[in-house]
Nanobody, 128 residues
């Protein structure tokens, strides 16, 4: 059974840091692209960061570039998103997602419709 389980969300002060984890099972994690998305109340889900293991490409939204880092530990079958210097506008429900590799794709398209498997979401709240 394909499953993604997220953890690491919570309440932090502005300027603080969090590490979100996405534990995977039921598929070949080493080959799959991983994405992180967030959704704030009343707003559509947006791509925050995505990473392709096929070509090593990564994507960061302009609003988080330089503050967030995406990485994975294939031995643990776990993807991570490190959130640094958090701002109130970073708050929302964060979701991890995965998709199978695309043989002819160069670079990664960080859009929700590209991804097939999703975690349950974890809440990130930032106090000012």
């Amino acid at each position: 059974e394909v499953q993604l389980v997220e953890s690491g969300g919570g309440l932090v002060q502005a300027g603080g840091s969090l590490r979100l984890s996405c534990a995977a099972s039921g598929f070949t994690f080493d080959d799959y692209a991983i994405g992180w998305f967030r959704q704030a109340p009343g707003k559509e889900r947006e791509g925050v960061s995505c990473a392709s293991k096929s070509d090593g490409s990564t994507y960061y939204a302009d609003s988080v570039k330089g503050r967030f880092t995406v990485y994975s530990d294939n031995a643990k079958k776990t993807g991570y998103l490190h959130l640094n210097n958090l701002k109130p506008e970073d708050a929302g429900v964060y979701y991890c997602a995965a998709r199978a590799p695309k043989r002819l794709r160069v670079g990664i398209l960080c859009k929700s419709y590209e991804f097939d498997y999703w975690g349950q979401g974890t809440q990130v709240t930032v106090s000012s």
